[in-house]
T-cell receptor, first 111, second 115 residues
Framework: DAKTTQPNSMESNEEEPVHLPCNHSTISGTDYIHWYRQLPSQGPEYVIHGLTSNVNNRMASLAIAEDRKSSTLILHRATLRDAAVYYC????????????FGPGTRLSVLP | SQTIHQWPATLVQPVGSPLSLECTVEGTSNPNLYWYRQAAGRGLQLLFYSVGIGQISSEVPQNLSASRPQDRQFILSSKKLLLSDSGFYLCASIPGQGLSNYGYTFGSGTRLTVV
């Protein structure tokens, strides 16, 4: 499985943008980049995913580096509800691999 | 969109007792189904996955087993619980053939405490 590296924790102030980085230097051409987040005492929820181009949805934006060796999840205005563990995961479509969750980044949002 | 029903939400069981956790999926057919466990303060560990009825793959040897008696039903069982089986158990589903362009949908989880 292609691996990802994320900071263990990050802090943000409420209503400020948050940029959560993810390094995936061994990514292959068919790996999709997925982001999930897990709120306390809940199951993970899908946030966003992409392959090569930047992606936007109502929850967040995903910026993918041109060489695809890193990506950044962008929360445009952090709220207290965004405090969670954020997971960056790669999955190869060609082989139907299962998702492998690393430790993720614990985001704290300060009021 | 998919909906996953998982029950019970919390469970306290004595050591040596049996376990049965059930997960059902709505809104898709022929999903790939998964059981994950999360120990307190830890990451998600994949326990079992299934690509179809009666097809179970185990990721780690342990005290647990899984079954898929119907297309959208996934059951996690144990004959005799151990203290180390305590944790947050999550069922997840990916629609269709589990292609990468789809994401997981997770259930709300069962918090199991073995005493």
């Amino acid at each position: 499985d292609a691996k990802t590296t994320q900071p263990n924790s990050m802090e943000s102030n409420e209503e400020e943008p948050v940029h959560l980085p993810c390094n995936h230097s061994t990514i292959s051409g068919t790996d999709y980049i997925h982001w999930y987040r897990q709120l306390p005492s809940q199951g993970p929820e899908y946030v966003i995913h992409g392959l090569t181009s930047n992606v936007n949805n109502r929850m967040a934006s995903l910026a993918i580096a041109e060489d695809r060796k890193s990506s950044t999840l962008i929360l445009h205005r952090a709220t207290l509800r965004d405090a969670a563990v954020y997971y960056c995961i790669l999955r190869d479509d060609n082989y139907g691999q299962n998702f492998v969750f690393g430790p993720g980044t614990r985001l704290s949002v300060l009021p | 969109s998919q909906t996953i029903h998982q029950w019970p939400a919390t469970l306290v069981q004595p050591v040596g007792s049996p376990l049965s956790l059930e997960c059902t999926v709505e809104g898709t057919s022929n999903p790939n189904l998964y059981w994950y466990r999360q120990a307190a303060g830890r990451g998600l560990q994949l326990l079992f996955y299934s690509v179809g009825i009666g097809q179970i793959s185990s990721e780690v040897p342990q005290n647990l087993s899984a079954s898929r008696p119907q297309d959208r039903q996934f059951i996690l069982s144990s004959k005799k619980l151990l203290l180390s089986d305590s944790g947050f158990y999550l069922c997840a589903s990916i629609p269709g053939q589990g292609l990468s362009n789809y994401g997981y949908t997770f259930g709300s989880g069962t918090r199991l405490t073995v005493v």
